[in-house]
């Protein structure tokens, strides 16, 4: 059967039960995401960017440094120090 739930209220009761909103989760993921293969490849953080989902690099670093403090390029400069 279908549950006839808004979108609101779904938003809502996620972020009741689990704390973090769809969006903030969806954007964790993909930070999250970043840094694995900013660690793990030689990728371009520009085809990292898109390989997480982001269609603007500016964007992407934006989102990064809002939640590492740090931009991808910085982060991943002081890994290979």
Do not use: H, W
Not at 5 to 25: M, N, P, T, V
Not at 30 to 41: D, G, H, P, W, Y
């Amino acid at each position: 059967g279908e549950l006839f739930l808004s979108r609101s209220y779904l938003q809502k009761l996620y972020k009741d039960c689990f704390g973090k909103g769809i969006i903030e989760e969806l954007i964790d993921f993909r930070i999250e995401k970043s840094v694995n293969l900013l660690k793990n490849t030689d990728k371009s953080i520009n085809d990292i960017a898109t390989e997480c989902g982001y269609t603007s690099y500016s964007y992407f670093s934006k989102q990064f440094k809002s939640i590492k403090s740090i931009s991808p390029a910085e982060y991943r400069k002081k890994l290979i120090m």
